[in-house]
């Protein structure tokens, strides 16, 4: 009985040793560059490392987010024995206006550049105003 309760005493330590132990997951802020046209914003955003599949752009309380995962590609029957960039994911934050129209942002990504598209309300557009006679 004593014997059990030992073995049981050392698997419980056990599994609290490796839930305590800490995982380390890298959250990496992406560079941005942000330019404003008449009619809408452009957000480019650098992630390397990242597709299609692993992205997610989201709009809660007018506050965009961009998130992302990068993974390291390796062809089968090879072995990475070196590596540059980090791997993890990426993560950015941005305060949006009133003047913009989330309902109709649009995103794509090409090789790890995401670029988005936020079109203002018609209401906030520049307009050309006649000089009357």
């Keep these: 009985m004593t014997e059990r309760n030992e073995t049981r005493k050392q698997e419980d330590s056990q599994v609290v040793r490796q839930s305590q ?3 380390r997951e890298y959250v990496y ?3 941005v560059d942000i330019s404003e046209g008449a009619h809408c ?3 480019t955003a650098d992630m390397p490392g990242v597709d299609k599949s692993s ?3 989201t709009v809660e309380n007018n506050v965009l987010s ?3 995962s990068a993974c390291v590609d390796v062809p089968e029957g090879y072995e990475l024995v070196g590596q540059e960039f980090g791997v993890g994911r990426y993560r950015r934050d ?3 206006s009133e003047d913009v129209d989330t309902a109709n942002i649009k995103a794509r990504v090409n ?3 995401l670029e988005l598209s936020i079109p ?3 209401e906030v557009k520049a307009r050309k105003i006649e000089i009357g006679t």
């Design 66 to 68: 961009i998130e992302g």
């Design 29 to 31: 802020v992406p560079y």
């Design 94 to 96: 941005f305060a949006l």
């Design 55 to 57: 992205i997610d752009v």
């Design 41 to 43: 914003i452009r957000l």
């Design 21 to 23: 132990e800490p995982t």
């Design 120 to 122: 203002k309300r018609e």
């Design 111 to 113: 090789h790890g550049v």
